[in-house]
């Protein structure tokens, strides 16, 4: 039988090599070469044939005695299927070999679209629309950096080396960590790489936001998207004005919007919480939305995207992107500083709670995840019963908001919010 002891005092010879046979599983072996190298082994025939086929399975040191003594009765089981396992690993090796970072990015995108991507972090379920470009815009960082490189022989300095750029910011220095980290795991489970470059990588926990934008900054804001074309400009005020994610503001279709009745429905396959939403519309989204339903020469169908922009192939239309440049566009005219996309959100639950607003409709109207007003048998009664008591924090927000941009009180009525 072979024995870890005996392979540690097996005699390498003068030239050439020898095998210590396993007798326990007949055709695994361990070779010692001259070089006092020591290689797992497993020899066999192929059903028909005479001809002795050797594969080697890793080496000694690598990989432990029990280890490869598995691998061993695996690929030996494969033998007896009729499966040869070195014939597999080359063509494994050659597919791996063609396989570019950019390539990898695109399956695994299509991947996530057709929801036969899992991960740890989806528990099972399919993947949003916005966990998809979430997830795709942190790649395309990592396909920026390593894009033609194969996909197997990134290392981990490879994905250290990428990291470190974004050192400074943690919030982006742990997301593409992340998905990088998804995307190998998902390449591993179907072969098409070795190893995961960023499995031993440390992300630390990035400190919870506290920004809250004043109604003062939030006007600043508005005014300097006023100064940017209509697709963004809209775009800004529509997360102002609804407190939702840029993701599901970016990806609103007409057929999600009721505008007779001033309300918003995303899909469960668009929200994060994975879950519909109904949300009231205040008149300042009503008539931004009104504004681009007229501009139509047609009617829209139900699922035209309410703010459509060119994808990067110049022909298909794809939500609006460039988040990065609204930033820096609205930065330079706004001079509001020290703050994110996402702090909409934060400031506007800040604001109406100061004023009032019961905390639960709040959470709500934000469409969290999971909370304590949000899980269990309160989230599931309350789906239905919150619309109302939402229309009304709506309102007060409605108020506060065009009172910091010197606009008149809402004229409330058919005229506004009835269909374009």
Same mark, same amino acid.
């Given at each position: 039988m072979l024995t870890k002891a005996r392979i540690e005092k097996a005699t390498p010879p003068t030239k050439g090599r020898t095998v210590l046979w396993d007798h326990e599983l007949p055709g695994f072996g361990c070779r010692v070469a001259a070089s006092g190298r020591r290689s797992f082994i497993v020899s066999y025939r192929l059903r028909g044939t005479r001809r002795a086929?050797? =594969?080697?399975? %890793?080496?000694? @040191?690598?990989?432990?005695?029990?280890?490869?003594? /598995?691998?061993?009765? +695996?690929?030996?089981?494969?033998?007896?299927? %009729?499966?040869?396992?070195? &014939?597999?690993q080359? =063509?494994?090796?050659?597919?791996?070999? $063609?396989v570019t970072v950019a390539d990898l990015v695109a399956q695994y995108a299509d991947a996530l679209k057709a929801g036969t991507?899992?991960?740890?972090?989806?528990?099972g379920r399919s993947a949003s629309e916005g966990y998809i470009e979430d997830?795709?815009?942190?790649?395309?960082?990592?396909?920026?950096?390593? %894009?033609?490189?194969?996909?197997?022989?990134?290392?981990? $300095?490879? =994905?250290?080396?990428?990291?470190? +750029?974004y050192i400074r910011r943690p919030a982006t220095y742990r997301h593409l960590r992340g998905a990088?980290?998804?995307?190998?795991?998902?390449a591993l489970r179907h072969e098409l790489v070795p190893a995961n470059p960023a499995e031993r990588i440390e992300s630390t926990t990035a400190p919870a936001r506290e920004r809250v934008l004043s109604l003062e900054e939030l006007a600043r804001i508005w005014r300097a998207a006023e100064q940017l074309e209509p697709l963004y400009s809209d775009t800004v005020k529509l997360m102002i004005t609804t407190g939702q994610r840029r993701a599901e503001v970016? @990806?609103?279709q007409w057929g999600e919007i009721d505008l007779a009745r001033a309300l918003w429905t995303i899909p469960a396959t668009r929200t994060k919480a994975r879950r519909q939403h109904v949300l009231p519309l205040p008149p300042?989204?009503?008539?931004?939305?009104?504004?681009?339903?007229?501009?139509?020469?047609? &009617?829209?169908?139900?699922? /035209?995207?309410?703010?459509?922009?060119?994808?990067? /192939? %110049?022909?298909?239309?794809?939500p609006i992107s460039g988040w990065n440049w609204l930033k820096r566009e609205l930065d330079r005219t706004a001079g509001v500083t020290a703050w994110r996309l996402h702090d909409f959100r934060r400031s506007i639950v800040t604001i109406c709670a100061e004023h009032g607003a019961e905390v639960a409709v709040l959470d709500s109207m934000l469409n969290h995840a999971s909370s304590a007003t949000r899980g269990g048998v309160i989230g599931t009664y309350q789906r239905a019963t919150l619309v109302e008591p939402m229309r009304k924090i709506m309102a007060l927000w409605e108020g506060l908001l065009r009172d910091a941009l010197g606009l008149s009180p809402a004229a409330v009525g058919p005229q506004l919010i009835s269909a374009a």
């Open positions: 086929i050797t =594969a080697t399975i %890793g080496t000694y @040191g690598v990989l432990t005695l029990p280890q490869a003594r /598995d691998k061993a009765r +695996e690929l030996l089981a494969k033998v007896r299927l %009729g499966v040869d396992p070195l &014939a597999e080359r =063509a494994r090796a050659k597919a791996e070999q $063609a991507a899992s991960s740890t972090r989806l528990k997830t795709l815009h942190y790649l395309y960082l990592f396909t920026r950096a390593c %894009g033609r490189q194969n996909a197997a022989s990134v290392t981990r $300095a490879d =994905a250290v080396e990428l990291l470190n +750029e990088i980290s998804r995307l190998y795991d998902w970016a @990806g609103m300042l989204a009503v008539a931004v939305l009104q504004a681009r339903h007229a501009a139509f020469q047609h &009617a829209p169908a139900a699922n /035209d995207l309410v703010l459509p922009t060119l994808a990067r /192939d %110049g022909h298909s239309i794809a």
